[in-house]
Nanobody
Framework: QEPLVESGGGSVQAGESLRLSCVAS????????MGWFHQAPGKQRKLVAG???????NYIDSVKGRFTISRDNDKNTVALEMNSLKPEDTGVYYC??????????WGQGTQVNVSS
């Protein structure tokens, strides 16, 4: 089993929506806070949304009110509902622990392209 597998990306117009999904291995997922990270072209990867094991959530200001993170603790999955997408949301999205392990695994990510 791959430790992290992201899916759901695609190419959309500004204002449209996408739903990203991630399946994580138990060692990464169980009892840990999980997050979605965004890597824009030519920029470093950054955390945009996080969710604790008990489902407390947090978001960076630029996605508040537009993105919703959720998790299913029975299925080891984390989702990111992205609404009102903007061109600046373009990039590769990854899921991982909110504080990723040093030298820990990353998935391949899922590409999101938002055109104006």
């Amino acid at each position: 089993q791959e430790p992290l597998v992201e899916s759901g990306g695609g190419s959309v117009q500004a204002g449209e929506s996408l739903r990203l999904s991630c399946v994580a291995s138990g060692s990464i997922f169980n009892y840990n806070a999980m997050g979605w990270f965004h890597q824009a072209p030519g920029k470093q990867r950054k955390l945009v949304a996080g969710i604790t094991w008990r489902r407390a959530t947090n978001y960076i200001d630029s996605v508040k009110g537009r993105f919703t993170i959720s998790r299913d603790n029975d299925k080891n999955t984390v989702a990111l509902e992205m609404n009102s997408l903007k061109p600046e949301d373009t990039g590769v999205y990854y899921c991982n622990n909110m504080v990723p392990r040093t030298d820990g695994p990353w998935g391949q990510g899922t590409q999101v392209n938002v055109s104006s």
